[in-house]
């Protein structure tokens, strides 16, 4: 998470009132949990974590809830967060609690987040809904040339990096299109990972990006 998407997220959960409640899926180790939570707690709002702490090399499974819980615990934050453990796709045709900010940063295939955007089914007309790696993933971009660019729910506001923000409300034709203004960039980010599968780290730079990780 750059500087400017914590800053995203704090200021989305600085907006809400006494008694909201953020969702957020995908924890992982609590980073963005403890910014939406210390900012939360500010206005007397909550935080509900969905994460199955997924085994394996790239999530880490049980002991990245350790830390995650480690994380929570530190931050003074155990009142504020609620850990619901479990894969968004199998608690969403379930989920009866309502909630005022949806933050997706889980799975980052097409369907996955194509069914972590119907979660905002549970927000209010006009609440806000924060979208990591959006115009980095391929999954996640397609999901939002679908979901946003091509239907009637969502209009996008703007992003800091790849952390876009949308609003629960039927789009213009100019909000459309500037969804469309952010192709460019996800070209751009596509070609750096490429090139950053190549080896090819000093032609990334070319383009602006300076760093042995993908662009987010
Ligand atoms: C990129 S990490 C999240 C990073 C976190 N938001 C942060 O800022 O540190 C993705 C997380 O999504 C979780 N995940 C994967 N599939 C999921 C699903 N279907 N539902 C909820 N979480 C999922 C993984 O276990 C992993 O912890």
């Given at each position: 998470m750059t500087e400017a998407q914590g800053r995203a997220l704090w200021d989305a959960a600085?907006?809400?009132?006494?008694?909201?409640?953020?969702?957020e899926i995908g924890s992982h180790q609590g980073r963005s949990t403890v910014v939406l939570g210390t900012a939360a707690r500010t206005v007397g709002a909550t935080v509900i974590a969905v994460d199955p702490f997924v085994d394996g090399k790239l999530f880490g499974g049980s002991p990245t809830r350790q830390r995650f819980e480690e994380n929570i615990a530190a931050a003074g934050l155990n009142d504020v967060v609620e850990l619901v453990c479990g894969y968004s796709t199998k608690l969403r045709p379930h989920w009866d609690r309502p909630f005022h900010l949806l933050y997706v940063d889980g799975k980052h295939d097409y369907w996955t987040y194509t069914d972590d955007l119907r979660w905002s089914a549970h927000l209010p007309p006009g609440a806000e809904v924060l979208v990591h790696d959006c115009f980095s993933s391929i999954g996640v971009t397609l999901g939002t040339i679908a979901k946003v660019l091509f239907g009637?729910?969502?209009t996008y506001v703007d992003r800091a990096t790849s952390l876009a923000r949308f609003r629960v409300t039927p789009p213009s034709m100019k909000d459309r299109l500037r969804v469309v203004a952010q192709l460019p960039w996800f070209v751009r980010n596509v070609g750096i990972k490429v090139l950053l599968r190549l080896r090819l780290r000093p032609v990334a730079r070319l383009f602006g990006h300076d760093s042995p990780y993908d662009p987010y």
């Open positions: 600085r907006r809400l009132e006494k008694g909201d409640v953020i969702l009637n729910r969502y």
